[in-house]
């Protein structure tokens, strides 16, 4: 947009030099027409007998004449300022000053006619800023603006009806009236300077000097360039209008777009968001449906360790009972052992004892009484091989009763490590709610210190607010009185409207930070509510989990570092920790608190009653 702005800032400068360039041709116009068309009584000089305007032949002087001297009146007294009007910049650029060409005309030593006794220049005919025609000073009818040259006096007396004025307003008039008057004085330098010339030439009419034709062509050409020159620049500034225009158009279709543009963008973000926000309802819905599934995990899981603890005690208890077995077991195998190795020397010594009886065929009581005894044995020998069988088969079902047991405690090995994973998926997602519940916290924190900030300050402004209506209130209460007896009771409703205004409008701002407040204070009674019950569950779930955890610690061996007490996550955190104990613990830290707060409460309302404001401006007494 820049190159839109160079644009319009050359347009208005051709334009403003077009406007200064046409009202310097059309015043030079005026004053062409005035010089040479007219007669002399347009300039405020009545002669006694009409002067034809034809060339003469005077006789040459031989005395060189002294022009006659500028009264002061005519000089410029102010300097003009730096903002000079175009047609003074013009006068500077195109007619020297009066002085110049008198000292000029003297230096050269122009001859001059002698000037005829009728056409003495009178007293009363000279002309200066005292005694000069209006049309001259200032275009003014009769009977307005009092023939002051175009300044309105001020009344002396006070309007009946005063209006309430600031000193701003008092100021901003005062610079305005500087400004209107170094502008009134740069164009009364501007009409001394033309009154001076315009009284030079009227001297050199006087003397008998002839107008020169060449001037009135000089100007006639003059006035048909600068038409020329105003046509042209008509069409330029006709031109530079349409593309104005055009450039108008385009930037308004630009805009057009744009805001279609932004529309469309907004629309998008719209359903964007509408779309995120069902996606965070079915978030909370799925959120909603895991706290239950969780919950029911836990359930499961205490069943579970129930169970494992129970096997485990079966399991217990069925490996004692197989020790006890096994330790019989072997104490059977010794046993039977020996039991083997004294049949074998019985039958060892049978054998001999048959073969003895082979031989020598003598059959004794000995061999009687061993016989019997062959017998016995014989009979044991078939009661020990029954319980030889019977331990057999004892034995064999002991080994697939702990083939059983290892089955089952394998498979509840493989429950207590999957108990394991869950437990730890479970503390992985209570350090998760922890550190939710703990950037929850800090946002409550974050809205109270900020409910609390600007609590405060709607106090603070409401105290202020209270303040100005007692001011107010004290304000009213006292009359003032001005110096003109004519305006008192006007002056007074005025003020008596102005001040219910302003009551009523502090009375509507009063009202609206009241229920500003109310609802804040609505807002933050339901954020701590909201913090107590989140707290509650805080606390209920950690207690739930100390529970769960020593449970499991009961039944399962599991690290010291994972059943360590949650730490806070920052130093700032812990310290509140800290002082928080400390009040708890001490009572002396806790009068120390509110006795504080109270004294700086206390001193803050001194404060606020005694100081008194920077604005405050004390009533004025009559």
């Known amino acids: 947009m820049s190159w839109f702005a160079d644009l319009a800032g050359k347009a208005e400068s051709l334009l403003n030099n077009l406007d200064e360039q046409t009202g310097v041709a059309l015043r030079n116009h005026n004053v062409t027409r005035k010089r040479f068309d007219g007669s002399g009584t347009e300039f405020g000089v009545s002669h006694a007998t009409e002067t034809i305007w034809t060339p003469k032949k005077r006789p040459v002087s031989r005395g060189i004449k002294k022009a006659a001297p500028i009264p002061d009146t005519v000089k410029s007294v102010y300097t003009p300022s730096r903002k000079s009007s175009p047609t003074s910049h013009h006068h500077h650029q195109s007619r020297p000053p009066a002085k110049e060409y008198h000292q000029d005309s003297s230096r050269n030593g122009s ?20 005694h000069c025609p209006k049309t001259l000073v200032g275009d003014v009818k009769d009977n307005e603006m009092f023939d002051h040259f175009g300044l309105k006096h001020r009344r002396f007396s006070l309007p009946a009806d005063l209006e309430l004025l600031n000193g701003e307003e008092w100021t901003y008039k005062m610079q305005n009236m500087e400004v209107e008057n170094a502008m009134l004085k740069n164009e009364l330098n501007v009409m001394n300077r033309e009154v001076a010339e315009l009284l030079d030439r009227l001297r050199k009419t006087e003397d008998g000097n002839d107008v020169d034709s060449s001037e009135v062509t000089k100007t006639r050409i003059k006035q048909e360039t600068t038409e020329v020159m105003n046509h042209r620049l008509n069409l330029e500034k006709q031109s530079l209008s349409s593309q104005v225009e055009l450039l108008s158009v385009k930037i308004q279709e630009h805009t057009n777009a744009e805001v279609s543009k932004f529309k469309d963008v907004s629309q998008r973000l719209e359903a964007e968001n509408t779309v995120l926000k069902t996606k965070n309802i079915e978030l909370e819905e799925k959120c909603k449906a895991l706290q239950e599934g969780s919950k029911d995990r836990d359930t499961l899981q205490i069943k579970l360790e129930n169970d494992n603890r129970h096997a485990q005690s079966t399991i217990s208890e069925l490996q004692e009972s197989l020790h006890k077995t096994s330790e019989e077991c072997r104490r059977l195998e010794k046993d039977w052992e020996a039991y083997k190795l004294r049949v074998k020397n019985m039958l060892l010594a049978k054998d001999k004892e048959i073969k003895k009886l082979q031989e020598g065929m003598n059959v004794t009581e000995d061999t009687k009484i061993l016989m019997e005894q062959m017998n016995n044995l014989k009979d044991e020998r078939d009661e020990l091989q029954d319980a030889v069988a019977h331990v057999r088969s004892e034995c064999a079902d002991m080994k697939l ?29 209570r350090n998760r709610a922890e550190c939710q519940c703990v950037s929850v916290a800090k946002e409550l924190k974050a809205l109270q210190l900020e409910t609390g900030q600007t609590i405060a300050s709607l106090r603070t402004a409401l105290r202020d607010k209270e303040h100005e209506l007692n001011h107010v209130r004290d304000t009213t209460s006292t009359v003032r009185s001005d110096t003109s007896a004519l305006n008192v009771a006007d002056y007074d409703v005025m003020q008596d409207s102005i001040d219910s205004d302003k009551v009523n409008y502090l009375t509507q701002t009063l009202v609206q930070r009241q229920t500003k407040i109310d609802t804040l204070l609505a807002e933050n009674n339901m954020l701590r509510i909201q913090l107590e019950k989140l707290e509650s569950k805080l606390k209920g779930e950690l207690a739930g989990r100390g529970n769960r955890a020593n449970f499991t610690h009961s039944v399962v061996q599991l690290q010291d570092s994972d059943s360590r007490r949650v730490r806070p996550s920052n130093t700032f955190s812990s310290l509140m920790l800290r002082m928080g104990v400390m009040v708890k613990r001490y009572p002396v830290v806790r009068a120390f608190v509110i006795g504080y707060v109270v004294f700086l409460h206390v001193w803050v309302l001194m404060v606020l009653f005694t100081s008194t404001p920077e604005d405050y401006i004390p009533p004025s007494k009559s």
Do not use: F, G, M
């Not at 009763?401 to 997602?429: F, I």
């Open 401 to 429: 009763y702990l083939q059983q047991v290892e089955t089952r405690n394998n498979a509840a090995e493989r429950v207590v490590t999957a108990l394991r994973d869950a437990l730890r998926e479970e503390r992985a997602a």
């Open 111 to 130: 001859i001059k006619s002698k000037k005829s006794p009728s056409r003495k220049a009178s007293p009363h005919k000279q002309y200066n800023l005292d």
